[in-house]
């Protein structure tokens, strides 16, 4: 069997085109444009390159977009201050701190600071809870990106089995509650897991983050299985490449994500469509399709 390959960019094209319409919209209907606000502690690369890669996003679909960086050795009171700056201004509708924050500064402070009406990247314990319950208002991007690339491919989730390798709470943890919510069987590994391959092989959809190059091969696969990788590694030689073997994996699934061009493209996306939704919802206006609705 040769799998199909999910074309995560064309998806992610394909939503931002739709969001774009419902910015246009709301600019129209309640003169207002959505407004995201990035706060960059420090000057690591990786974290630079992703707020540049949001703040691009943003501009695409009419999303405002203000960007504000602090140097590495800010006071944490600083920082507080400065969210407490952006809850309060009615044209910011949301509002991320990019992670990791340096050592001096404790994270769960800075994310429970956030308000959870403004919390689009899903990581205030509030909407956290709410995940445990299928009530969240603003499900984490890169698992709410999966489920819709699932969605996208029509691929049935409710009775499925499910495993999750990888239990990060940006991740692993939170797509696992998504997919259960969808009824899924779910079963979370992480590195400490034993015997990886007898978990793996029961998975009629799995889903790998666990940040380890070539850490699932075909032999740990059933036939047919759908593979989401959302593994982003770089090989000392500067090439990108996911969790799974995707050249031997692809010859036993039946639907695959690449990396670079699979899950990738979605995280960014959801951020933005958490964006959009958090504007709509200070107006009053819902759509079927909001989070809560789908039982994210
Ligand atoms: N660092 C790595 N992934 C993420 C993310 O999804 N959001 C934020 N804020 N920081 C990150």
Known sequence: MTARIIDGKSVARKLRGEYQGRVRRLVASHGLQPGL????????????????NKVRACEEVGIRSERIELPGDVAE??????????????????????????????????????????????????????L???????????????????EHERVEIAGRNVVVVGASNIVGKPTAM????????????????????????????????????????PQMVKTGAVVIDVGINRLPDGRIVGDVDFEGVKEKASLISPVPGGVGPMTVTMLLYNTLRSAERSVGVHHGDDAALDGA
């Open 37 to 52: 606000a990035v706060i960059l502690v420090g000057s690591n690369p990786a974290s630079r390159l992703y707020v540049s």
């Open 77 to 130: 009171s600083t920082l507080l201050a400065e969210i407490d700056r952006l809850n309060a201004d009615p044209t910011v509708h949301g509002v991320l701190v990019q992670l990791p924050l340096p050592p001096h500064i404790a994270m769960p402070r800075v994310l429970e600071r956030i308000s959870a009406d403004k919390d689009v990247d899903g990581f205030h314990l509030y909407n956290v809870g709410g």
């Open 132 to 150: 445990l319950t299928g009530s969240t208002v603003f499900p984490p991007c890169t698992p709410y990106g999966v489920q819709k690339l699932l």
């Open 178 to 217: 998504m997919l259960m919510q969808k009824d899924a069987t779910v079963c979370i590994c992480h590195k400490l897991t034993r015997d990886l391959a007898i978990f793996t092989l029961l998975a009629d959809i799995l889903v790998v983050a666990a940040g380890v190059p070539n850490l699932i091969v």
